[in-house]
């Protein structure tokens, strides 16, 4: 590489790291308490646990939970039923104001057994949900959303150039060289590079995946293309007044995918079905085939089976893209050691920060002492 | 060319160690999508790692330092 080559890496690692380290701070701030999620909901009492039961085994039939989720609030349109693996005695509702409105939906737990509605799951205006859209979107909607997937983007290339930019910076030093002894740039520069090179991988895995997820996106495009394609003639069929059964459904999802259970089921209306269907979302019961899902579509008006396929690889990337960043997919040792990997970052981040500082307004006093030594290794410096 | 940081590096020692730690860390993010149980304890040493290092690495040298500081005086 020649030294223009490096002039022209350092170049992008400053640019690219300037634009996005006060975003990046933002999200490493705001994603710590969103790793622990459930666990901070669960003290706080936001969440709902079902009951002790005499009967556990049998389950309320699901058209009982439609009839029950709508009677809890209404007026408000029925969108989705979710299932979680860890919660088998609940059922998860979604209810929007329009079928297809995102913003201000409710969420709701019922008991699977019973299908008795056992409370609402606050979202809306609780201290996780500002620190969820100070992460998602900066309460910008799609801009912020697309605005952070950018800095996101920004992110992996700073740590690209940072790593071509390792190289010269470590000429002279063993790896893993830390110069306590002398002043904090370069000591601060050490740690730098020490932290940002052994966090690298993980860093832009995380940070590649933040960045891609855009969940409504990647579905709306599944949406257009390949469902419409699976629905074929059937695409415009019209919301049925009384829709068929949703347990035989349901039942004949499971029926069509053996060995798949389903995940949650999206009403005919919603963002994520078509008019006149249910699309019932399997998902396997593997580790790793628990994150793929599988639509099966279903004639809203008859019950029929309609068609299902596997998702397109845009969408199997984003379901497997969302553990990579969360970090949840290990237990609590995996949610500790995403923590520190995030505390990590931020001392990436700050120590990235102040050297640019430094550089940028070096005073008389330290200008002898340190910044042959901090200043990146190029510009025909003389060899020493 | 030969001279070249980048080569250099590339071909030395400069990054040999961030290839191994990239290679285990990355290991360990995989490891957990794969299964559970065994693949859960493996990925939480594999991304322990690049914590242990770091963590290592960034306070070694003031041990060293404190004994030198001590020395001097």
């Known amino acids: ?384 | 060319m030969a001279a070249s940081p980048l080569r250099r590096g590339l071909l030395g020692r400069t990054y040999l160690m961030p290839l191994i730690i990239a290679v285990i860390s990355s290991a360990g993010l995989l490891f957990a999508l794969i299964g559970d149980g065994l693949w859960d304890y493996l990925s939480w040493l594999a991304l322990g790692f690049p914590v242990a290092i770091g963590l290592w690495f960034s306070n070694r040298r003031s041990r060293d330092q404190r004994r030198s500081t001590r020395g001097a005086v």
């Open chain 1, 1 to 384: 590489m020649t030294n223009k080559a490096l002039r022209q890496w350092s170049w992008v690692h400053k640019w690219t790291s300037l634009v996005c380290t006060l975003f990046l701070l933002l999200l490493c701030v705001t994603g710590l308490p969103l790793v622990f999620y459930h666990e901070i909901e669960h003290v706080l009492g936001n969440e709902v646990e079902a009951p002790e039961i005499e009967n556990p085994g049998v389950n309320a039939s699901l058209d009982t939970i439609v009839t029950n989720s709508k009677a809890h609030f209404p007026g408000k349109q029925l969108q989705y039923l979710s299932w979680d693996e860890e919660e088998p005695a609940l059922v998860y509702a979604g209810l929007g104001d329009e079928l297809d409105s995102e913003d201000g939906n409710r969420y709701l737990a019922l008991d699977a057994r019973t299908g008795e509605a056992l409370g609402e799951i606050p979202f809306q205006g609780t201290v996780m949900f500002y620190v969820y859209r100070l992460h998602v979107d900066i309460f910008a909607g799609l801009a912020g959303k697309l605005f952070l997937g950018f800095m996101g983007l920004l992110f992996v290339a700073s740590i690209v150039s940072g790593i071509v930019v390792y190289s010269p910076s470590m000429r002279k030093l063993d790896f893993g060289s830390v110069r306590h002894h002398r002043p904090r740039a370069v000591r601060w520069l050490d740690l730098h590079n020490l932290l940002g090179i052994v966090l690298a991988a993980w860093m832009i895995v995380v940070g590649g995946t933040g960045a891609s997820i855009r969940g409504r996106i990647w579905f709306s495009v599944w949406r257009n293309d390949q469902l419409t394609e699976m629905l074929g003639a059937h695409k415009d069929n019209p919301r049925p007044e009384t829709p068929a059964s949703l347990e035989t459904a349901i039942q004949t999802a499971r029926d069509k995918v053996p060995g798949m259970i389903p995940s949650f089921v999206a009403f005919p209306g919603t963002l994520y079905s078509s008019t006149g269907h249910y699309t019932v979302f399997m998902h396997g019961d593997t580790p790793l085939t628990s994150k793929l899902l599988q639509p099966v579509v279903i004639d809203a008006a008859t019950g029929d089976f309609t068609d299902t396929r596997e998702m397109p690889w845009y969408v199997t990337t984003l379901l497997i893209s969302q553990p990579l960043h969360f970090g949840d997919y290990g237990g609590m040792p995996l949610k500790i050691l995403w923590a520190i990997l995030d505390v990590i970052t931020i001392v990436v981040l700050v120590t990235g920060l102040y050297l640019w500082f430094r550089r940028r307004r070096p005073n008389a006093a330290n200008r002898f002492a340190d910044d042959a030594e901090i200043a990146p290794r190029y510009a025909g410096a003389p060899a020493e």
